[in-house]
């Protein structure tokens, strides 16, 4: 009911938003006589700000267009390379008419970037994915939101997202033979565990697996988030977080935890940051500060976008990695897409390089809870096992901004680079080495 009632609000207030809108442009539109006056740009600044409250906020696009690699600019082509009811794989192919660069490009290690299914879209690794670029052949996990997806196209459960990551491991090493796994806060518990199953079975596991910033384990250094979990049983947030999905959108009916739920609780994590933060945007829009009031707007449009999650999923997680600590504690069983039920078991991990990064200020993930992944990771020899704490690094801040460019990232491509025992497999559409094509059809792809 809930849902329903936020949905009708949204709605009767979207005309509102619109019209603030187009009175923020009427006052500061350089035709009306009084468009250069103090009053003016107040008037302006405050209805512009009332529409960025007021309007709703669409998944954004990745909008990686080129990248440079060593000088040298490299078109990029977005494409889904695997659609799945709840998840595509998304591939950011590379394209470049400089031979050199081109021989570089399809030397370079493959990486699969998990991005969060924890509220917001996969976007918000844009920048994460445009940095690896330079340096990498990149795929991300790009989860749908779930009030899209129809009733008919089943459930989803936290066993499917572990089944997701093995299936796009298995994909990437099909096709070039080998791969890197990236995984960024919440996906490090499910990637942990597909990997583990992985070797469990005696299947070939990627060549290094990156952590960042996740709740391997979340009994140490719990933050507000962990706290939560931890306070509330499973019946709370069943009772108070899910709803179904109104009959206005393809997945009518299906129980989820609605992202403007997610939102308010993003929100009353730092409500005072929030609101300097808006009341800074008013200000700089009557400045006329162009560059700040941009960065506002771009931070928001991404912060302000986000998703539902499929109920059995979330409570599943907020069960197996909030309150049982399964994964530590050696009791989470996971059923594979073929039914069968598998105990995970990261010891059996032995031929994968193992980077574990963590924010000295992360209040999220807390102190030490990534880095329990070496601790379960046993039979991992200390030479391929690593751990980097960043100073002065918030949450967001292992894989974006300042410190994700000049700190994190060259030491995540250097691990990549030293776990690389031999360069990947040319891709091509059966997975096979490619043949090469004619002179005259030299731009290639990579």
Same mark, same amino acid.
């Given at each position: ?76 082509? &977005? ?21 050199? !660069? ?107 697996? !990156? ?90 449009? &991404? ?54 990064? &963590? ?88």
């Amino acid at each position: 009911m809930l849902y329903t009632l936020y949905e009708t609000q949204r709605t009767l207030m979207e005309p509102f938003a619109d019209l603030a809108h187009v009175a923020s442009k009427c006052y500061s539109n350089p035709l009306w006589p009084f468009s250069e006056t103090q009053l003016a740009h107040r008037m302006a600044a405050g209805y512009d700000l009332l529409h960025r409250l007021g309007k709703d906020y669409e998944k954004p696009e990745f909008g990686i267009r080129t990248v440079d690699v060593d000088g040298v600019g490299v078109a990029i082509h &977005e494409r889904v390379e695997i659609d799945r009811p709840f998840c595509e794989l998304r591939r950011f192919k590379r394209f470049s008419d400089d031979p050199p !660069t081109l021989g570089k490009l399809k030397t370079q290690p493959v990486v699969l970037v998990v991005a969060p299914l924890s509220g917001h879209h996969s976007t918000l690794l844009r920048e994460t994915v445009r940095t690896m670029l330079s340096g990498h052949k990149v795929y991300i996990t790009d989860w749908k939101n779930a009030r899209n997806v129809p009733l008919e196209d089943g459930e989803f459960h936290l066993d499917d997202y572990v089944n997701y990551v093995q299936e796009f491991i298995r994909h990437l090493q099909g096709t070039y033979g080998q791969c890197h796994v990236v995984s960024v806060c919440q996906p490090t518990v499910p990637v942990l565990a597909a990997i583990s199953l992985m070797a469990s079975r005696g299947e070939p596991t990627p060549q290094s697996m !990156t952590m960042m910033g996740g709740p391997i384990d979340a009994s140490r250094s719990p933050t507000a988030v962990d706290n939560l979990a931890q306070q509330r049983s499973l019946e709370w947030f069943d009772n108070n977080v899910i709803y179904r999905v109104p009959s206005r959108f393809p997945g009518a009916g299906r129980r989820v935890y609605p992202g403007f739920l997610q939102h308010a609780g993003f929100v009353a994590m730092n409500p005072d940051r929030h609101a300097s933060s808006h009341y800074d945007y008013f200000r700089n829009l009557v400045k006329g500060d162009d560059a700040s009031t941009e960065a506002h707007r771009q931070f928001y449009d &991404e912060y302000n976008a986000v998703l539902d999650m499929s109920a059995d999923y979330y409570l599943e997680t907020i069960k197996t990695v909030f309150q049982d600590y399964s994964l530590v504690n050696g009791t989470w069983d996971v059923r594979s897409a073929q039914g069968k039920t598998e105990r995970v078991r990261p010891q059996d991990i032995t031929g994968t390089a193992l980077l574990t990064i &963590e924010g000295e200020l992360d209040d999220i993930s807390g102190s030490g809870q990534t880095r329990a992944a070496h601790d379960l990771c046993a039979s991992i020899p200390e030479a391929k096992s690593r751990h980097l704490t960043v100073k002065g690094a918030g949450h967001y801040g292992i894989f974006s901004g300042r410190r994700w460019r000049e700190v994190v990232y060259p030491q995540v491509r250097d691990f990549i680079a030293a776990s690389q025992t031999q360069p990947p497999a040319e891709a091509s559409t059966t997975g096979a080495a490619a043949t090469p094509r004619p002179a005259a059809a030299r731009r290639r792809a990579a």
